[in-house]
């Protein structure tokens, strides 16, 4: 079983920016499968950001502004937030396909107020 632990959620004003971290009990050095999700009230959950091995893909709302990178000595996953807007606000969740398994880390609230 896998755990994922994101951080660096936060009250933020638009215009700033936020870093969130996911730490993951296990080695990450074989998992291309690997991302950030977010969930806005009433919403579906939508993907952010992935990153494999040699590329990383967002939608397009946050291209230019999120950046997601991997560390896999630290086992951990970010996604750096800048120029974040209203419409940013959601809980982020970590993803991560630990082979056959989909895992989540329980989110971490980012707040954009205008």
């Known amino acids: 079983q896998v755990q994922l632990v994101e951080s660096g959620g936060g009250l933020v004003q638009a215009g700033g920016s936020l870093r969130l971290s996911c730490a993951a009990s296990v080695s990450i050095f074989r998992i291309n499968a690997m991302g950030w999700y977010r969930q806005a009230p009433g919403k579906q959950r939508d993907m952010v950001a992935t990153i494999t091995s040699g590329s990383t893909n967002y939608i397009n709302s946050v291209k230019g502004r999120f950046t997601i990178s991997r560390d896999n000595a630290k086992n951990t996953v970010y996604l750096e937030m800048n120029n974040l807007k209203p419409e940013d606000t959601a809980v982020y969740y970590c993803?991560?396909?630990?082979?056959?398994?989909?895992?989540w880390g329980k989110g971490t609230l980012v707040t954009v107020s205008s």
């Open positions: 993803y991560l396909r630990y082979y056959a398994e989909d895992c």
